[in-house]
């Protein structure tokens, strides 16, 4: 597990990088974290049923992407999609429940200084990983 979980840091830091310096997740990049996800998951002998837990959260950001005409971006759900299959449910939901905390309290912080509007856009995947990167120690116990 040790390994799906650095394995999985460092495609979310290059995810990160391309998505604040191009505003969006390029799709190669995606697909490769995903196929790196699914082989990984392969060789670790995963049980159906964990794959299935593991998938739900980024099956749900693909279903509000789709219903909210992609206010919240289809790489991002597809990223959490990947994500489930290298660290699990808990651990996806964990980095998702802290990166969405930590996306409003940014958001709300950058409304208030009047630095952007209702209709500006942030990218979620800095956020993911800073909650990746804080479930992770919190699992260390540091």
Request: with cysteine; proline share 3%.
């Amino acid at each position: 597990m040790e390994t799906g979980r650095f394995i999985a840091m460092m495609c979310m830091a290059v995810l990160t990088a391309a998505d604040i310096k191009e505003k969006k997740i390029p799709v190669l990049y995606v697909l490769l974290f995903g196929m790196m996800a699914c082989a990984y998951r392969i060789a670790a002998g995963g049980e159906w049923m964990s794959v299935l837990y593991a998938s739900i959260p980024g099956v749900f950001l693909l279903m509000v992407s789709f219903c909210t005409k992609e206010s919240i971006g289809y790489g991002d759900g597809w990223s959490v999609l990947a994500l489930g299959l290298f660290v699990g449910a808990e651990g996806c939901l964990a980095a998702v429940g802290i990166g969405l905390l930590l996306s409003a309290l940014v958001s709300l912080v950058l409304l208030m200084l009047r630095k952007v509007n209702g209709k500006s856009r942030l990218p979620f995947l800095p956020f993911l990983t800073i909650g990746l990167g804080g479930w992770m120690i919190v699992q260390k116990g540091l």
